[in-house]
């Protein structure tokens, strides 16, 4: 624990500690067998699979949308690891029941709405798929019981810059990926309201239907914000179930200050919000939140199993939340979460917001100082987009062998940072723009000088070319 | 951590402290604030989060198809929450990775195939979505980015004793749960071939698309086995997806004197199993096994989202396996398994199957020893099935008012064993029959003298009513 805990958050520490994959097995002894090992040898397997681990909690790990570590969330986890309970009925998880009711009220709470149920679940992709199956289930309930074959075309409308999630519950549940329609976004990423309604009509015209309309708050590469508040108007006009996979972007809504990137969600039927990104509750704490509140979750996802969930039990059954999901067992991941809330209270939630875009502020800042940064553009939140630009291409006009250079920069840089354990960063090609990296300062190890922050990033980069 | 894992298990300690919903919720102070907790107040929360929460590891918890704690999972539990890992890339996860393929490669062994495929994800209800879609793909590819709409109508079979979760699969993955054809099963719980056949040329003879059977390997409350070999004949002669629910009894293929229960289950194409009940790895940890290694699960949930699964990576990008998964960001599940099976070896593993079937067995004996006890049928596997005959009962003739009032028993003791916290047992009604008691001993912590065992057990019943 000392390793794990302590250890990996020393800056001076490696993040990882690079093998390549067939070097790794034969390094680690991975092998089952037919007869145990003694203690000491596990305690050398605990060691191994720790030192070659990636240390998400390090100051320099900013290759996903989480970083960090927050020790009242921990504490929780390990109490709910060892007290191993499954939140179906209120016999077997009472607390964790009602901790995760408290949890889902107050997060209905800051989307606005009066009333709402929800479930957590296992991630924002299942969140969405969850949510476009009960707008199927709410459009026509049939499918429920009859499926889909025999129903007119059933259509999805997103934008082109939504999470690939809702490409993959479009084809898990049966309705067809080329049945997503997606919505053309402007430069920043923002879908555009008057591409989703001409979409609408041309679905209509088609014949089909469009009964679902998934926004994003929090873009995964550039951390776009969809106009909420126009796309309700469509999906009223038009009668649409408005979904919004605030996944990543739903933290803000803590934030007095930046909440307005939410600007209408309160008029959504049903949002994603995984606290395990921002608010670093833990790998995985996701929300599926609804505007019901007439019991349509449960209309939806009940299959009434009379072995789980008896109605002649002693006590108020409306308490087993079990059949609201389409899991049997699942984990309290709700309580985690509630223990961070209750430590730091929601204003110490929004600081850890407000903290998290001071910090991409700064950092773009510094981007546009320093020579051979390149922003690709101005950040709505705290994904911050740039190019490293060599010295060997700072002089050369921007045509095709520019770019053609540069798409290999980003991976090569990636590479010797892996390699040296230094830093690590994500990167990606996006929309026709050649490899960038996207950075995201999350984790409170980040150390709260902006200077060094700053220094530190850029050096780090630097020196890695 | 002394009260929730020692305390939790000592026999002389409640099995829960009941608190009915409305009062537990005045005990706990749930409501999240604006400020913060301090340190004392917080420790105070853990104690009562503990204190009102089931105790999964007494020795008297026998409510659920999982019971006690497995040390080295639990360790490598408290690793994982420390790392915070997400399982999708070899660059996040190079540990987890290998080590989900080491466990994977191990179970599909144990299956009896050469080769195979396989992803953890949260749960046996999930694991049977990802087969059936699994199976609607490989049966016609289209249906990924078609969708159903002008399909013909798919139809599932299963038996009328299979896990509720396939009927929410078929919900969920827009087949409809009318389309689940539910084939009848014999007095023990075990599906009929003979029927399946029938059920299959009923469903050609409609113009439907029969194309996946779902077979059990333990059922949730009888704990019985399919037929698996007369069923994959079946489903050979039609050119059928045989999946295999072995959630529940995969286990048994661990123990060479009880893996006859799934004999035939190497001619499955795929396979649901959960280390997380009777091998004691934690919730959740469930594998979904796939027979195909040409890469079918990769190409049917695939995405190719760019900004995660970038193809220019400097090392084998094979490694990285997040895209055969509904999910994106995913839990290490597999590790806790992979430590326990490490440090007991597959004998080890063996022996905890053993002896839960051996203790089954005694206790069927002493309940046919009892007055007052009676056995609802042999069972196959760790299910224990008997209802509790109080003793204004036992002298009354077995007509309408007997089964009436028997009906009522189950309920009220176990209430009372609630409100005692002396013992927690699961009861339902099931075909036809009034509710009884079911129960399964898997825990460790049940005490290895069986004289001990059964007395307690039984005595704890007679004391209740």
Chains 1, 2 share one sequence.
Not at 242 to 256: I, M, N, P, Q, T
Not at 330 to 341: C, H, N
Not at 361 to 386: S, T, W
Not at 417 to 433: A, E, N, T, V
């Amino acid at each position: 624990m000392e390793e794990v805990i302590k250890k990996a958050a020393d800056v001076t520490e490696k993040v990882c500690e690079w093998q390549p994959p067939e070097k790794l097995k034969a390094l680690l002894d991975l092998e089952l067998k037919d007869t145990g090992e003694n203690h000491q040898k596990l305690l050398q397997f605990c060691r191994d699979v720790i030192k070659f681990s990636v240390k998400t909690n390090h100051p320099r790990f900013f290759n996903q949308l989480y970083a960090g570590i927050d020790y009242y969330s921990l504490a929780a986890r390990f109490i709910t690891e060892a007290l191993n309970p499954s939140v179906y009925t209120y016999e077997v998880s009472p607390v964790f029941l009602l901790v995760e009711d408290a949890v889902l009220k107050k997060m209905i709470e800051f989307i606005g709405w009066e009333e709402g149920d929800g479930i957590f679940n296992p991630g924002g992709s299942v969140s969405n798929m969850y949510a476009m199956n009960l707008a199927r289930y709410k459009y026509c309930p049939d499918i429920k019981e009859q499926g889909l074959s025999g129903m007119p075309r059933l259509v999805v409308l997103t934008s082109d810059e939504c999470h690939y999630s809702v490409k993959k519950a479009a084809s898990f549940l049966g309705i067809g990926t080329q049945n997503v329609y997606f919505i053309k976004s402007d430069e920043r990423g923002k879908m555009i309201p008057e591409e989703l309604e001409k979409q609408v009509l041309r679905a209509r015209k088609e014949g089909s239907a469009p009964f679902f309309v998934s926004a994003t708050a929090g873009t995964t590469v550039l951390g776009a914000f969809d106009p909420l508040d126009e796309i309700a108007d469509i999906c009223e006009r038009y009668g649409l179930w408005l979904h919004v996979d605030a996944s990543w972007g739903g933290s803000a809504l803590l934030s007095r200050k930046h909440c307005r990137l939410l600007h209408g969600i309160h008029r959504a039927n049903s949002v994603a919000w995984n606290p395990h990104k921002m608010l670093m509750a833990g790998i995985q704490c996701c929300a599926l939140l609804v505007k019901d509140s007439s019991g349509l979750l449960k209309r939806c996802y009940s299959a009434n199993a009379s072995y789980l969930f008896q109605q002649d039990k002693f006590y108020d059954v409306s308490y087993d939340t079990g059949d609201k999901s389409i899991q049997c067992s699942r984990r309290a991941d709700a309580f985690k979460f509630w223990m961070t809330w209750k430590a730091l209270g929601t204003t110490g939630l929004e600081e850890r917001v407000n903290r998290a875009l001071a910090l991409a502020r700064y950092l773009v800042d510094e981007i546009k100082k320093r020579e051979g940064f390149q922003l690709l553009l101005e950040p709505e939140y705290a994904n911050i987009c740039f190019w490293y630009i060599p010295p060997s291409l700072r002089n050369m006009e921007e045509g095709h062998e520019y770019w053609e250079k540069l798409h290999h920069v980003a991976p090569a840089i990636k590479e010797r940072m892996m390699k040296k354990g230094s830093i690590m960063l994500g990167y990606q090609p996006h929309r026709g723009k050649v490899n960038f990296f996207r950075q995201v300062i999350i984790s409170p190890k980040v150390i709260d000088v902006p200077q060094h922050l700053s220094l530190r990033v850029c050096v780090c980069v630097c020196l890695c070319v």
